[in-house]
């Protein structure tokens, strides 16, 4: 059981060293005190430091009041490809390995990582094309024979209560759901009030196999909690200005409502019963407590009502 807002644990990597050491803390205890149980991780975000810091505060609470999900699919080694680091002052690079071994192991520099004796929810990270290009057919394929079998294994014994993806592409789900079977998806900026096209084909799949969809980036990188102001992200770039117009349109009617925009984009994906959680990237307690706002407040069924009249949203119930 995840709560409806979870925490996307991707920004607290980016803290500089020193105070952000702080900052995190800030941060996931505010998190915790607006009532989220539910946090995500990677060894990528940060290279490693966003597993170390959100363990270190979450140490300190009761292990059976929280879930908590990390990845697989890539190490880090001194001898990551330093194009790869995403980090110019970290001595580790990333190694992509989506191998059983690979697996294995990343689990357990996780578990070191986190200080904790288990995690509930493993995922394999990035088998798609955003991240691999050309190469996603092998990442996938090796994913399937090898990870898989890792994730499989470790459910099996205990170590892990639920398995599946954490991706940027609805389509790689679906279709490595038809090859093996999966608890749940993490489908990154996706399923939002920009975005709904997993909803006419996957998540009607996802509801008949049984499987969770985890929402991240509900924000689609910032344009959907700052609206279109100057500078305002689209999938981590400047948004274009159609995007621009269509958030504009967005927000006013959600505005013609009493809806802040930020609310009504962590509101939306909920509505889909195949969505258990929107877990937005928080990076101080300010924001935290922003999403936790807005995530409350009340919104009538007519705002969907009228962005589906206006052709902004298809509407899901």
């Avoid at 190694?95 to 357990?108: I, K, R, T, W």
């Avoid at 789900?173 to 006419?200: H, I, K, M, N, S």
């Avoid at 409502?257 to 307690?285: D, E, N, Q, T, Y």
Wanted: contains cysteine.
């Amino acid at each position: 059981m995840v709560t409806a807002l979870g925490f996307g644990g991707g920004p607290l990597g980016r803290l500089a060293t020193g105070t952000g050491e702080a900052v995190a803390t800030a941060t996931v205890d505010a998190a915790w005190n607006e009532g989220v149980r539910y946090f995500d991780t990677a060894p990528l975000y940060g290279i490693g430091r966003s597993e170390r810091r959100l363990g270190g505060v979450l140490a300190r609470r009761p292990r059976d009041e929280f879930v908590i999900s990390t990845k697989v699919g890539r190490l880090l080694r001194a001898s990551g490809d330093p194009d790869e680091r995403q980090d110019p002052g970290a001595e580790l690079g990333i190694v992509f390995d989506y191998s059983q071994e690979g697996a294995a192991a990343s689990f357990e520099e996780s578990l070191a990582r986190l200080k904790l004796e288990r995690v509930d929810i493993l995922l394999i990270h990035d088998i798609d094309g955003w991240t691999h290009g050309g190469r996603q057919p092998q990442a996938f394929a090796a994913a399937l024979a090898g990870a898989y079998r890792a994730l499989a294994e470790l459910k099996s014994k205990g170590l892990v209560r639920a398995i599946g993806l954490g991706v940027n592409e609805w389509r790689v789900c679906r279709d490595f759901a038809e090859r093996a079977p999966l608890d749940c998806v993490l489908l990154a900026g996706r399923y939002t009030l920009l975005e709904q096209e997993p909803a006419r084909e996957f998540l009607p799949f996802c509801l008949e196999r049984g499987i969770s969809v985890i929402v991240g980036g509900p924000f689609n990188s910032g344009i959907l909690a700052t609206g279109p102001v100057e500078g305002a992200l689209y999938n981590y770039e400047p948004a274009p200005p159609k995007v621009a117009e269509h958030v504009r349109r967005i927000a006013a009617i959600a505005a013609s409502h009493g809806v802040p925009l930020a609310a009504a984009a962590l509101a939306f994906p909920l509505r889909h019963r195949a969505v258990a959680s929107v877990i937005p990237g928080m990076i101080s307690k300010e924001e935290v407590t922003a999403a936790a706002s807005a995530l409350r407040h009340p919104i009538p069924d007519q705002l969907w009502a009228d962005l589906g009249t206006e052709g902004l949203v298809d509407i899901v119930t």
